[in-house]
């Protein structure tokens, strides 16, 4: 049975293609890349599809810096250290990451957005810039 709030399976193969191609892209310019569902312990570019049929559903790609920093951060976060250096410097990272990828990506050729108010480290895919 399908999901009523997911899009018709033309559209969800059409974002995996996008997805395999953004990914190619990505390890083209030498950064690692996953699927979003393989993501633990990985450090890299998180690529995920989003079946979702509303402006949330998509291609995403995610800044995974290595398990280290993350752990550091979130160390410090469930200890109450707001003012940790290693929180900081994660966000930083995964920020700056995301501004990097998306540039990539448009350089390539692709459509992207950044919302740098909810997920500035998160880039969607939205699609391929027609050339002529």
Known sequence: ??????????????????AKRV???LERAGLPTLEAAGAVGFAG??????PGDDSLGGVFVDWQ????LRKA????????RFDDPAI???????EQ???????ILRSAGFETEIDDDLA???????GTASRD
Do not use: K
């Open 45 to 50: 570019a998180v690529v995920g599809v989003d």
């Open 65 to 68: 810096a290595d398990s280290a």
């Open 23 to 25: 990914r190619a892209e």
């Open 97 to 103: 990451m995301g501004e990097a990828i998306s540039g």
């Open 88 to 94: 900081r410097h994660n966000g930083i990272v995964a």
């Open 73 to 80: 951060a979130a160390a410090a976060v469930e200890e109450s």
């Open 1 to 18: 049975m399908s999901n009523p709030n997911s899009v018709p399976e033309a559209e969800l193969e059409r974002r995996r293609e996008l």
């Open 120 to 126: 500035p480290s998160v880039v969607h895919v939205t």
